[in-house]
């Protein structure tokens, strides 16, 4: 499904996956979409499946980091309660999460283990990755001495996420509170690549999102090493040197490049194998991991 529509209940935020209603003044309702983007467009052919894989993953992780940061899940309300018709609850609560009201921070807390993507391409032409000077002869795929911190804003639907120095995140959010949200991005990451490793599968980097509330506490909020926060390799076709064949929406990237097509709306359509692999790519990843 594209798009949701629960008339009992206000459309507050329509992201480019998920659709967000308020339910009070103390939590909202966020409901997994199929849609997919890339390079920050939304595609018009949805993935089925990937709203349940991208909530139930992300739950699996909630609970798993728990006693890392706090996290925006709650019990408070029931589900079947929000919804205009109990017959909706087969549909919704595969893909919805209640959650707390917070204040989202205005970054996106990026943690980079292996020099691949971006990374790779910053590197090639500065020798640094977002202006962290790494050493000299690392190859495509290298694991990095020691994960690194590379935040950026987040882009409204349509526009380019926009990597920015740490020094521009202390700006923006406090020196304090910088380097807090920095410290627990690496922590939740090394937390997930020792399970990850452990079920046969590297991440190798990966995005988070993190809010406060009317106390000023902070909040992992929003999705949880998905495959479309992160880029997932099997262990045993990592080979240094390559990009790795990967668990995560860099299939679909791939096969974007390979198009005429210049990263703006309105995106490509998929032909129906590209559309199939991609969702048997989420729900792998999520049995490995989770199951």
Not at 150 to 176: C, F, M, Q, R, W
Request: aromatic share 8%; hydrophobic share 35%.
């Amino acid at each position: 499904m594209q798009s949701t529509e629960l008339k009992n209940l206000e459309l507050v935020a329509k992201g480019k996956v998920r659709d967000i209603y308020a339910v009070d003044s103390d939590h909202l309702l966020i409901v997994t979409t199929d849609r997919m983007s890339a390079f920050d467009v939304v595609l018009p052919n949805p993935i089925p499946g990937k709203g349940e894989v991208l909530t139930q993953l992300s739950e699996f992780w909630f609970e798993k980091t728990q006693s890392i940061v706090s996290n925006h899940m709650t019990d408070d309300l029931e589900l079947v309660d929000l919804l205009d018709s109990p017959d909706q609850l087969d549909y919704f609560s595969k893909r919805s999460m209640i959650v707390k009201r917070l204040n989202p921070l205005p970054i996106e807390a990026v943690v980079r283990g292996y020099l691949i993507g971006s990374g790779w391409k910053d590197y090639q032409a500065t020798g640094s990755v977002c202006g962290i000077e790494l050493e000299e002869g690392l190859q495509m795929a290298q694991k990095l001495p020691e994960p690194i911190y590379t935040p950026a804003t987040k882009a409204e639907v349509g526009e380019h996420d926009e990597n920015i120095s740490y020094e521009k995140t202390i700006d923006l959010i406090g020196e304090e509170l910088a380097n807090r949200v920095r410290q627990i991005a690496i922590d939740i990451y090394n937390f997930g690549v020792n399970h990850a490793r452990e079920k046969g599968i590297i991440i190798a980097d990966t995005k988070f999102e993190f809010g406060l509330d009317g106390d000023g506490d902070l909040y992992l909020i929003d999705e949880v090493l998905t495959p479309d926060s992160s880029r997932f390799w099997a262990i045993e076709n990592y080979e240094l040197g390559s990009s790795p064949p990967s668990f995560d929406k860099q299939y679909l990237r791939d096969y974007l490049e390979t198009l005429d097509w210049d990263k703006t709306a309105p995106g490509p359509e998929l032909p129906q194998e590209v559309i199939d692999n991609t969702a048997s790519k989420y729900k792998n990843a999520f049995r490995q991991i989770a199951e």
